[in-house]
């Protein structure tokens, strides 16, 4: 079945302080899509990367990096020279043709915060 | 540019009273459509998602309902409110089934 687990509960660091956001997922599918997503105090989740299974190239954006491996099942997100502003909740999610008729499979989170 | 839109912010309601909570997207067409709730500290819970009008999936039974009465509009209801129905209430859309879903500024609803 179809899981995604994000084991950090909680990180905090002071800014400036690179920081890395775990997430392991399971499925059966080959064909397969994962998500990270930013929820800040004020709620709304927005939306930062999305990934297939056949693209394992790692991707920067800025100060944010994604570094995806089949062979662990992990798509773990970076950030660099963290600021305050980068305090939020984050999510990874999956999504799975077969496994999850393409429902997002949610993890639980990771509150990240940074201290100025 | 596509945008989505969710009503009220906050909610104060009784239990017993009933619910409705209104979800509409614009520079879009024939989107799906989803509701989520998240309690306090939590993460997601899909309730609800749409690929079409009047085309409603439920993922947990549960004394809610949605209709989708025109391809941008997407409506969450109750006709008695539960104090477990209290949470953080999100309406998403995206274009098809696997890509990535864009999120409303969400309803807080308390149940008294």
């Known amino acids: 079945a179809q899981k995604v687990t994000q084991a950090q509960t909680e990180i905090s660091v002071v800014e400036k302080e690179d920081v890395t956001l775990d997430c392991v997922y399971e499925?059966?599918?080959?064909?397969?899509?994962l998500f990270w997503y930013k929820q800040p105090p004020s709620g709304e989740l927005v939306f930062l990367i999305r990934?297939?299974?056949?693209d394992e190239q790692n991707e920067i954006s800025g100060r944010y990096s994604w570094n995806f491996q089949k062979s662990t099942s992990s798509f773990n997100f970076t950030i660099t020279a963290s600021q305050v502003v980068d305090s939020a909740v984050y999510f990874c999610a999956l999504s799975c043709p077969q496994d999850s008729n393409y429902q997002l499979i949610w993890g639980a989170g990771t509150k990240l915060i940074i201290k100025p | 540019s596509q945008t989505i839109h969710q009503w009220p912010a906050t909610l104060v309601q009784p239990v017993g009273s009933p619910l409705s909570l209104e979800c509409t997207v614009e520079g879009t067409s024939n989107p799906n459509l989803y509701w989520y709730r998240q309690a306090a500290g939590r993460g997601l819970q899909l309730l609800f998602y749409s690929v079409g009008i009047g085309q409603i999936s439920s993922e947990v039974p549960q004394n809610l309902s949605a209709s989708r009465p025109q391809d941008r509009q997407f409506i969450l209801s109750s006709k008695k409110l539960l104090l477990s129905d209290s949470g953080f209430y999100l309406c998403a859309w995206s274009v098809r089934s696997g890509a990535e879903q864009y999120f409303g500024p969400g309803t807080r609803l308390t149940v008294t």
């Open positions: 499925t059966r599918d080959t064909t397969y899509y």
């Open positions: 990934r297939n299974s056949f």
